[in-house]
């Protein structure tokens, strides 16, 4: 691939652990990615505006308060509303199996759950981001 | 320690073993042998190793007894012979009424302390009804909303025998309001009420990020509340100053020491500065801890933290008061050690976590459950975690001496390191321009994001062994651990009952108090004051923090604490 992905990470919600997302925003960086992280504390509207801003390929949320029943659809409904919903969305976090099935089965192209390497978020990125670009080309 | 014919005849010695252990050096077991906090360990410690070397003085200088200056060996002249530590575990989710629950079922199991984890919202200042607070409500704790919600929690708990600890932060001085407006409805007497608070705002910028306003009028709050306490609340713990979230953001051992007594010592001068006596207010700070996996470092760096607090509290800030000069601690298990694959295996790591905690001298100790990478935990999972701890108590044997650990040459070797470590850094941050300078400037979030990425890809690069995340791993393992799950309705029930508390109170009173609060954020008087008087008319934490972000402004994060150095 000649292009560099672009990714933006976002911390949705209250939850303040931005330890997991700080490793994988300095993990894709080094794999040569481009990069926008938020910050914390970003609402559904902010983080899909972001993404358009930015122009993104992918946007990468990390939710480890248990809220992401809801927020994962909140953005999936703002990227709907946008017509955003070319962008590919995906998260990590702690997630029980079960929600992990419901997430994808809703629209979110992947959920990593505690013990995923940044090397497996890496590889599932590049190859996701790839397929939609073959299939939108 | 030891005469120079001695260390000569050691050295000799040495050099001979030396030779003969190169053969078997050759191979190795592993690549490195270096802590969790990637510090390389050497193969051996022997007497020359330990500071001072010859020294005589040493011992009286750095370690001394326990219960004497500087308590690198206990805080107390018997230790567990007199008292064993408080065994304290976290707990909280739902409504107040589960919580209540959960707390009744704790003190019946043989729990000796409570302590209260509030949900997002209630952390973030937020009342249950409020839009940011949607999803969020008693997931990660229980919601407390106003002084009716505290009442429920503690209903059947008599607030004059048990000691509570609360973890909350930049709405701490509203918690221990509704707290205190409780007791007084037992009619429990302020000077009775005991517990600790964590109330440790710097540790927020640092890592958990948890903050509401600035920097500055934040300390003011925790000020104001030290000044109050120390007056009428005498047996309060203010603060509780905090390593555990600068370890779990991904610090090394050094850093969460370093970093929280930075941070302590930051709130002694600002008292200070306020125009508090040092020996009046420093009894009352208390630490907390992280008890993470590595055994000896762990133990190590409680015994550095004792002889740094009391070196620093009785030489720099000129405390008389001998329990000035006391770091008591809490201690909790490192949560992000925990794994989500073969659950079980938790267990074991709580239990020599906990025991490093023992073995550094905790005065309190919280055991993480084995099932909380997963969920929140569930009960039998919390009954597992405090029944390790009498175990510990009771069959290990442990508590029977004080400091089995002093004079381990090891031991005593990697004290003195961390000492001399966590006074470098100390050099550094006033080399910054002091904790506050160093926040603002992002320069703590750096160094921890700097160790957490470290760390991760010496798993991921395989240098480190993760016992079945990276290697031993079972293939289509199946968990079998009960999920918790909190009930949607939870945040329904929430948000309909702080409506029916606003409607219910007196709303002129209400006005009055939030209003005289407004005046006292805005100009000078004690917020704590203020604080009380809108809690006892059933003012809500969000309406009461609205007032001061409105006077104080909200705080964002600079970029340059958004990424690793």
């Known amino acids: ?137 | 320690m030891y005469d120079k014919k001695f260390i000569e005849k050691l050295t000799a010695k040495l050099s001979e073993w030396d030779k003969v252990a190169a053969h078997s050096r050759q191979k190795k077991s592993r690549p490195r042998f270096f802590t969790v906090s990637s510090v390389d360990i050497d193969e051996l410690y022997t007497p020359d190793k330990v500071t001072g070397g010859d020294n005589g003085d040493y011992y009286f200088a750095n370690l001394g007894l326990p219960g004497e200056y500087p308590y690198t060996r206990g805080v107390h002249h018997t230790m567990y012979r007199t008292r064993l530590w408080t065994m304290r575990q976290f707990a909280g989710m739902g409504t107040p009424q589960q919580t209540n629950q959960r707390f009744k079922y704790i003190l019946a199991s043989g729990g000796t302390g409570l302590s209260t984890a509030f949900d997002l919202p209630t952390l973030m200042g937020y009342d249950s009804d409020h839009v940011r607070s949607l999803g969020e409500v008693g997931k990660c704790g229980v919601a407390v909303d106003s002084l009716a919600d505290m009442e429920i929690l503690f209903d059947g708990i008599d607030l004059g025998k048990v000691s509570t600890s609360m973890t909350i932060n930049s709405p701490a001085s509203i918690a221990l309001a509704f707290y205190l407006c409780v007791a007084e409805k037992q009619g429990v007497p302020f000077d009775k009420v005991r517990g600790t608070l964590q109330n440790d705002i710097l540790k927020e910028y640092i890592a958990q990020k948890e903050f509401i306003y600035p920097p500055r009028p934040s300390i003011r709050l925790i000020t104001d509340m030290m000044e109050y306490c120390t007056r009428n609340v005498p047996q309060w713990n203010t603060i509780s100053i905090s390593g555990y979230h600068i370890r779990e953001a991904g610090a090394t051992a050094v850093q969460e020491l370093a970093f929280t007594l930075a941070d302590g010592f930051q709130y002694v001068e600002s008292a200070i500065e306020a125009g508090q006596n040092v020996d009046e207010f420093a009894p009352r700070l208390s630490y907390f801890f992280n008890a993470h996996s590595d055994f000896f470092e762990e133990i190590a760096k409680y015994r550095a933290a004792r002889r740094i607090v009391a070196k620093r509290m009785k030489n720099k800030y000129g405390a008389k008061d001998p329990r000035s000069w006391l770091c008591r601690f809490h201690t909790q298990t490192a949560g992000c050690s925990l794994t989500a694959q073969q659950p079980e295996n938790n267990i074991i790591r709580v239990a020599l976590q906990a025991l490093s905690g023992v073995l550094g001298g905790t005065q309190s100790l919280h055991t993480n459950s084995m099932d909380e990478t997963l969920a929140l935990p569930s009960e039998k999972a919390v009954k597992i975690a405090l029944r390790t701890q009498q175990i510990i108590a009771h069959e290990s044997g442990v508590p029977n001496t004080i400091d089995p650990l002093g004079g381990s040459w090891f031991v005593e070797a990697l004290t003195d390191k961390m000492e001399a470590e966590a006074e470098a850094y100390f050099e550094e941050i006033e080399r910054r321009g002091g904790v506050l300078a160093c926040v603002e400037e992002g320069f703590f979030q750096r160094e921890i994001a700097r160790s957490a990425y470290r760390f991760q890809m010496e798993i991921e690069e395989r240098e480190r062994t993760i016992v079945g995340v990276n290697d031993y791993v079972e293939e289509d393992e199946k968990i079998d651990i009960p999920v918790l799950r909190i009930d949607p309705q939870v945040e329904k029930d929430q948000s309909a009952f702080v409506k029916k508390v606003r409607a219910e109170r007196d709303p002129e009173a209400v006005k009055a108090a939030l209003a005289k609060l407004r005046a006292v954020a805005a100009g000078k008087g004690n917020t704590f004051e203020a604080i009380l008087d809108c809690a006892r008319v059933y003012g809500t934490l969000g309406e009461m923090c609205d007032v001061l972000r409105e006077e104080w402004g909200e705080y964002v994060e600079p970029p340059s604490a958004m990424v690793a150095s």
């Open chain 1, 1 to 137: 691939m000649s292009e560099k992905i672009r990714v933006l990470l976002a911390k949705p919600g209250l939850d303040g652990h931005d330890r997991g997302i700080k490793v994988i925003a300095a993990a894709f960086r080094d794999a040569g990615m481009e990069v926008i992280y938020t910050g914390l504390r970003q609402t559904p509207p902010m983080i899909v505006e972001a993404a358009i801003q930015e122009d993104v390929d992918a946007i990468g949320v990390s939710i480890l308060s248990g809220a992401h029943m809801t927020l994962f659809p909140a953005i999936l409904d703002e990227m709907k509303a946008r017509g955003a919903d070319d962008i590919l969305l995906f998260g990590g976090g702690i997630i029980p199996d079960d929600d992990k099935e419901e997430l994808e089965k809703m629209g979110v192209a992947k959920v990593f759950t505690p013990g995923a390497t940044t090397e497996d978020s890496i590889r599932f990125l590049r190859e996701a981001v790839t397929a939609r670009k073959t299939r939108s080309d």
